[in-house]
T-cell receptor, first 109, second 116 residues
Framework: GQNIDQPTEMTATEGAIVQINCTYQ??????LFWYQQHAGEAPTFLSY??LDGLEEKGRFSSFLSRSKGYSYLLLKELQMKDSASYLC??????????WGAGTKLIIKP | GAGVSQTPSNKVTEKGKYVELRCDPI?????LYWYRQSLGQGPEFLIY????????DSGLPNDRFFAVRPEGSVSTLKIQRTERGDSAVYLC??????????????FGPGTRLTVL
């Protein structure tokens, strides 16, 4: 079957760094997406990885290892506004997104 | 430019009633997706359209759910004989074209459906 696993909740301190992990199993693979979702709002696109390695985009970076079925989202210099849920989604061979349940990130001052 | 819009933002209905939820995708996006999301969960796929046709409706939970996109732009999700378990946020997303391969999906703000 198809499955995405990510931690339910994480807590971090303002100004620090946090890494949110995601493991996936899909029928075929066409890349890994990360979305941010603030409470009561729509998911917004953060990153896409299809090749192994690290993609850096400002304070946010995303890593992929296809052989391990593993990705992480790295958030640096955390700000209070980064408090949100972070959704990992893998695209299968039919170009459908398989979604994780999301990781709720709580930032403390 | 305009993003994906959904109406209404909130809908409260009684068990057994019929509801329609509307999605207006980003102009020029040929692929349109419907998801529903319960609290603390990721989006659950319902159906996607490529143009006017439903390319994959395998996520629709039962025959009470139906969606249309008659002109390849606006889509309506229709739920008959609503049940309390249908209460969720219904999200719509659009992308340029799934035929082209990998495309980023852009989401609307959602419709929060509450069935009393």
């Amino acid at each position: 079957g198809q499955n995405i696993d990510q931690p339910t909740e994480m807590t971090a301190t303002e100004g620090a760094i946090v890494q949110i992990n995601c493991t996936y199993q899909t029928s075929g693979f066409n890349g890994l997406f990360w979305y941010q979702q603030h409470a009561g709002e729509a998911p917004t696109f953060l990153s896409y990885n299809v090749l192994d390695g690290l993609e850096e985009k400002g304070r946010f970076s995303s890593f992929l290892s296809r052989s391990k079925g593993y990705s992480y989202l790295l958030l640096k210099e955390l700000q209070m506004k980064d408090s949100a849920s972070y959704l990992c989604a893998a695209m299968d061979s039919n170009y459908q997104l398989i979604w994780g349940a999301g990781t709720k990130l709580i930032i403390k001052p | 430019g305009a993003g994906v819009s959904q109406t209404p933002s909130n809908k409260v209905t009684e068990k057994g009633k019929y509801v329609e939820l509307r999605c207006d995708p980003i102009s020029g996006h040929t692929a349109l997706y419907w998801y529903r999301q319960s609290l603390g969960q990721g989006p659950e796929f319902l159906i996607y359209f490529q143009g006017t046709g439903a390319a994959d409706d395998s996520g629709l939970p039962n025959d009470r759910f139906f969606a249309v996109r008659p002109e390849g732009s606006v889509s309506t999700l229709k739920i008959q004989r609503t049940e309390r378990g249908d209460s969720a946020v219904y999200l719509c997303a659009s992308s340029l074209s799934v035929i082209a391969g990998v495309d980023t999906q852009y989401f609307g703000p959602g419709t929060r459906l509450t069935v009393l």
